[in-house]
C-alpha cells in the first residue's frame, strides 16, 4: 500500500507554523510498514486542493490529509475530498451531538457554522474528536477499479497526534491486515558511529523486527519494530531481539526501554523518577548554568511530587554561600565551575532541601565566561547521598550552544543519579 | 514571482526528521513578498525527484530545493536539477580550494567523493557554505520563453538557515527587485479576537505594510510588515504603523517589539531582563508548580548572570518552611496553592537570596491534585519588591494541560515583574 501526506493550510505556505503532522503521521506509517514516497501542502484553496488531491490518487492508494476540517469558510477538505469520491455531505446526528456536548461542556459559546463540522461524507467513518472539535474521517471506495482511501484529520498536532494514535492506527492496521510493535533501548555513554559499529551484522540480516539506531542530542536510542499479525507476536519478535542486544557489547549501555513516543522522549527523568520511587526516595537540585532546567524537568512529570522535593537555583555565588553554605574559601581558591564548589553544592542542597539524594552542577554555558583553562562547555558535577560525595568534570565541546550545553548538563546530572542507584 | 518548496530527503517521508526548512523558508519568502503555492517532499530516488522538479517547474517561476547536495551517492539533487535546465555539471576550481581547506581547518580526513561537491552546474551562481560542505547553488534560464530559478540548499538546518540569511535573500532581493523589514509588536493580556476586532479596519486597508496578528500560547503578536526598495523605507513605513497602532486601544497591551524571531521567541525574558537591568536591579524566583521554569528561562539567555540571583524551587511544604519560611500557620489555613503562601514565599526568596525584586508562583498544574475550590490551573503569584508584597490570583482554565499550564505561569510571572518596573 503506498501513501500520500498531504497538509492543507495557508499558514504552512506562510511559513507561520513547523508542518510538525506530516513528520509524525510519516514515522508512523513508517512502523506500521506503510510506504510513502511524498508529501505535499497546499493552501485552503479549492482549485488547487482539488488539482492536489487528484494528483495524490493518481500516484497513491492512501492520502492521509490533514488540515481544513473547521468550521470556517476556508475550511474545505471535507468538501473538496467528498467530491472526489463523488459523495455528499450529510448531516450526521452523532456528531452533532457530540459537538453540542462539547460546547456545553467547556461554555464556550457555539456559533452556528460550527455544526458545518458534522457534515460526514456518506458511508464514511467517523473517529470522534476528544480532543477538540472536528472528527476525523476514513473514506474508502473503489475508483476505475482501485481501492482509494481518504483519512481526514485536524490539523492542531495536539488533536492529530492523538487522533492517529487511538483512531487511525487500529483503522490501518484493519487495512492493511497487519499489525506492528516498536520497542526503544535507550543507550547513555556511547556514540552512534560506535553502536552502529556493534550492531551493524544484526541491522543488515533483521528484517523482522527490523533493528535501526538514532543519535539523539544526548544519548543513542536503538528502535526495534515488528510486523505480524498480533501485537503479541510483535511484541514477542521485539523482546527476543531486545534481549540479543543485550547481550552485546552495547547493552551494557542501555539504561531504560520505552514504547511510546512521550516516553521516549522523556526517557531520562522517568527513569530517573523511577529509580527514585522504586526506593522510596526523595530528589533535590543545586544549580548553577542550567538555572533550574533539573528540577523543571522533573517537574514537567505528573506525579513528580512523590520525589521532587525542590531545589536552589544559585546563579550568583552569593547564593551559594548564603543558602547553599560552600564555603567561601572554595569559591575563592578554585572558583565557582570547580569539583571542589560542586561538592559543597551538593551537600548544601541535601541538607537545605532535607532530601535523601542531591545533584548539583556548575559549568560555563557560554558564550561568554570562557577561559583558558575552563572553556565553555566545562561543566562540574556533584552528588550527595548519605555520607558520600561524588563529583565529575566533563567538557561538552561538540558544540559550543549555550541552550545543548545546559540540555547535555541536565540529561547528565540525572543519569549521574539514576546510575548512582542503580550501582 | 510564485515560488515552490521542493524538499528532497528519504529521511523526511520516514519522519526522522521535521521539516523545519520548508516553514523556515516559506516565512522569509512571505517576508519578502514572494507567493508560494506549494511545498512537496520527495526522497532521494532520481525518477520521482525528476518528475517533481518538472511539475513543480510548470506551476512556478522559482523552486528552491532543499537537501541532497552532500558527497554521497544518494545525493542526486545537483543532477537531476542540472539536468532539468539541460546544463552539465563541471568542476569548480574555488569550490574545490574551499572544500580542501574546510577540511584542513576542521582536521576531519576528506575522501574523493567529497570533491563531488565542487561540481557546479554551468552558468550557476555558488553560494559558499561557511557552516558545512555542501555549496548553495542559484540557476536562472529561460526556458519555453519564461525565466526558471532553481536555488538549492543543503539540508541540515544550521547550513540551510544562515545560508538562506546571508546569501539566498539578496539574492532573491535582486531577482525580484525588492526588499522587506518586519517588525513585530508584543501584547500581553489581550485575546486574538478582540485585538482582530481593534484593528480589523486598518488590517483590511494597509496593504504596504500590512498588518497581521498572530496568537501565541500567552500572547499576541502583531506583525508590521513593509515592502519597498530599500530598507530604510521600509522601516519607516513599519515604524509609522507601529505608533498608529500604539495609539488604538490596543497600544495599551504592548509590552515590547522585537523584529528578529530569536528575540520574537524569547520576548517576555528579554523585556524582563532589559527592565532589571536598565534599573541596575537583581531578581530571584521562588516556584512551586513550575519547578525552575521560570529562572531556567532567564538562564537560556546569554547575559542572565546581570540580573539573576538565583531561585528556590520549593516543591515540598517543608521547602517552602524552611528555605523560604513560609509559616507553618499560612500552609495549615489557607493551603500551599493561595496568595498568602505565594507572598510570603516572594518575601522569603527576597530574603534568602538578597536579590532586589522576587517573584513567586504555587499551582495546581495537574493532571491530579485539584479540588472543587482550587481546580487544576488555579495558580497564585507573589512578587515582593522593597517593602511592598503584592499577589494575584488566575485561574488557567483554557486547556487543562500541564506544561502548557507552566508555561503560562511562567510568562505571567515575568509579565507581573515587567508591569511593576515599568509602573
Chains 1, 2 share one sequence.
Not at 544559585?314 to 561538592?343: H, I, M, Q, T, W
Amino acid at each position: 500500500m503506498i501513501c500520500e501526506i498531504l497538509s492543507v493550510g495557508t499558514e504552512l505556505l506562510l511559513g507561520d507554523i513547523i508542518n510538525t503532522d506530516a513528520a509524525f503521521i510519516a514515522k508512523r506509517l513508517s512502523e506500521l510498514g506503510i510506504t510513502s514516497y511524498r508529501q505535499s501542502v497546499v493552501g485552503d484553496n479549492a482549485e488547487r486542493l482539488r488539482e492536489t488531491i487528484g494528483e495524490a490518487f493518481s500516484r497513491s492508494d492512501l492520502v492521509i490529509l490533514t488540515g481544513g476540517l473547521g468550521p470556517t469558510l476556508d475550511d474545505i477538505t471535507k468538501k473538496i475530498t467528498a467530491e472526489y469520491f463523488g459523495v455528499p455531505l450529510l448531516m450526521d446526528e452523532s456528531v452533532r451531538e457530540d459537538l453540542l456536548r462539547f460546547f456545553d461542556k467547556t461554555g464556550r459559546p457555539m456559533t452556528e457554522n460550527n455544526l458545518l463540522q458534522a457534515l460526514i461524507p456518506e458511508g464514511a467513518e467517523v473517529f470522534f474528536n476528544k480532543w477538540g472539535t472536528a472528527p476525523g474521517i476514513a473514506l474508502s471506495k473503489e475508483i476505475n477499479g482501485t481501492l482509494k482511501t481518504a483519512v481526514l484529520l485536524p490539523g492542531p498536532p495536539s488533536e492529530c497526534e492523538p487522533m492517529f494514535r487511538e483512531c487511525v492506527t487500529p483503522y490501518l492496521k484493519k487495512l492493511t491486515n497487519q499489525t506492528s510493535y516498536s520497542l526503544n533501548l535507550h543507550l547513555y555513554g556511547i556514540g552512534e558511529s560506535r553502536a552502529e559499529a556493534i550492531l551493524h551484522d544484526m541491522m543488515e540480516q533483521s528484517t523482522n523486527p527490523t533493528v535501526a539506531p538514532y543519535a539523539c542530542e544526548h544519548e543513542v536510542r536503538i528502535r526495534i519494530t515488528a510486523f505480524g499479525k498480533t501485537e503479541d507476536e510483535c511484541r514477542k519478535l521485539c523482546r527476543e531481539k531486545a534481549k540479543e542486544i543485550s547481550k552485546t557489547e552495547a547493552g551494557k549501555y542501555i539504561y531504560t526501554e520505552t514504547n511510546d513516543p512521550w516516553e521516549a522522549k522523556n526517557s531520562v527523568v522517568l527513569a530517573l523518577i523511577a529509580a527514585l520511587r522504586s526506593r522510596g526516595m526523595t530528589f533535590g537540585t543545586a544549580e548553577s548554568c542550567t538555572a533550574g532546567m533539573i528540577s523543571s524537568a522533573v517537574g514537567d512529570i505528573p506525579g513528580a511530587s512523590d520525589v521532587l522535593l525542590g531545589g536552589i537555583v544559585s546563579y550568583a555565588n552569593e547564593v551559594k554561600e548564603k543558602v547553599l553554605g560552600v564555603p567561601r574559601v572554595v569559591l575563592d581558591d578554585f572558583g565557582a565551575v570547580s569539583e571542589e564548589c560542586a561538592a559543597a553544592m551538593a551537600k548544601g542542597a541535601k541538607k537545605a532541601l532535607g532530601c535523601d539524594i542531591a545533584v548539583s552542577v556548575t559549568g560555563v554555558a557560554g558564550p561568554g565566561g570562557g577561559s583558558e583553562e575552563k572553556p565553555v562547555g566545562t561543566v562540574c558535577f556533584g552528588l550527595a547521598f548519605g555520607d558520600e560525595v561524588i563529583t565529575e568534570k566533563v567538557m561538552f565541546n561538540r558544540k559550543s550552544d549555550r541552550m545543548r550545553i545546559r540540555r547535555l548538563t541536565t540529561a547528565h546530572a540525572m543519569m549521574m543519579v539514576i546510575k548512582k542507584l542503580k550501582g
